[in-house]
């Protein structure tokens, strides 16, 4: 059992927006605004497309963004494109011992 | 562009120990700055964090494998080591070596991962 929580699958029609949630607790995603969002393409490494919440790294499409309320982070993507679909992964730094957490990953499928 | 690559052997007898090594290139582990990590992902499950280390040879690891777990640095080298002992059938994996930052756990650079599959 993963220490942060994401939905298992989400879907959308391209040019559509999608919302991915990621639930942990005061530890992590409430407690610091440390939240990394990583986009894993199938035998694909993980690519970093969100960092500290909301910042996106160089040549990330601005159709990606991310929030945080509470214990809950947010991934945003709108305008759907093929391409997106993939598995989107959540983490967090935590401060319990095990220095940082992840999600068990969301299934996008772009209809 | 900062580059990582696994490497090592791909099947590992149970109750022998996992040995991987990440080469770095594109930037220089002793420049400091950030930690060196290796992270795994079971089949067709979620990322673990398994432990980084520091240029200058400080590590830290997940509790979880603490007991089994080495981390190691080669800074002339420009590489860093995992080795995880006593494997069993739960540690097939794929393994991943990353950079991430000293402030807030991210890891922007990733290598492309190597399958590593205990078995006899």
């Known amino acids: 059992q993963s220490a942060l929580t994401q939905p298992a699958s989400v879907s959308g029609s391209p040019g559509q927006s999608i919302t991915i949630s990621c639930t942990g607790t005061?530890?992590?995603?409430?407690?610091?605004?440390?939240v990394s969002w990583y986009q894993q393409h199938p035998g694909k490494a993980p690519k970093l497309m969100i960092y500290?919440?909301?910042n996106r790294p160089s040549g990330v499409p601005d159709r990606f963004s991310g929030s945080k309320s509470g214990n809950t982070a947010s991934l945003t993507i709108s305008g759907l494109q093929a391409e997106d679909e993939a598995d989107y992964y959540c983490?967090?730094?935590?401060?319990?011992?095990?220095?940082?957490?992840f999600g068990g990953g969301t299934k996008l499928t772009v209809l | 562009q900062v580059q990582l690559q696994e490497s090592g052997p791909g099947l590992v007898k149970p109750s022998q120990t996992l040995s991987l090594t990440c080469t770095v290139s594109?930037?220089?582990?002793?420049?400091?700055?950030?930690?060196w990590s290796w992270i795994r992902q079971h089949p067709g499950k979620g990322l673990e964090w398994i432990g980084y280390?520091?240029?200058?040879?400080?590590?830290y690891y997940n509790p979880s494998l603490k007991s089994r777990v080495t981390i190691s640095v080669d800074t002339s080298k420009n590489q860093f080591s995992l080795k995880l002992s006593s494997v069993t059938a739960a540690d097939t994996a794929v393994y991943y070596c990353?950079?991430?930052?000293?402030?807030?756990?991210?890891?922007?650079?990733w290598g492309q991962g190597t399958l590593v599959t205990v078995s006899s």
């Open positions: 990353a950079r991430e930052g000293i402030v807030g756990a991210t890891s922007d650079y």
């Open positions: 594109g930037g220089s582990i002793s420049s400091g700055g950030y930690y």
């Open positions: 280390i520091y240029y200058s040879g400080s590590t």
């Open positions: 005061s530890s992590d995603v409430g407690g610091y605004n440390y």
């Open positions: 500290e919440v909301s």
């Open positions: 983490s967090s730094y935590t401060s319990s011992s095990t220095h940082v957490v």
